[in-house]
């Protein structure tokens, strides 16, 4: 999914655990499962980011998703 997300900030993972392979202590702590974990995204926004692009950003998940 994230090669098709151009233009996008978006990862699998934590921004400050970079590199590891177990989920986010955040998503632990929330009682997700290793299993779904690992399937997460992360989106990251900045304080510029607009609802145009956040818009922009879910109609192109629909299709990726629809598409695969």
């Known amino acids: 999914m994230l ?3 151009e233009d996008t900030a978006a ?3 934590s921004a400050c655990h970079s590199g ?3 989920i986010s202590p955040v998503l632990g702590a929330m009682g997700v499962t290793e299993e779904v974990g690992r ?3 992360r989106f990251s926004l900045g304080r510029y980011t607009t609802r145009e692009e956040i818009d922009t950003v879910i ?3 629909k299709k990726i998703i629809v598409s695969n």
């Open 59 to 61: 109609t192109n998940l």
């Open 3 to 5: 090669n098709y997300l």
């Open 20 to 22: 590891m392979t177990s």
């Open 39 to 41: 399937g997460t995204v």
């Open 11 to 13: 990862s699998t993972g």
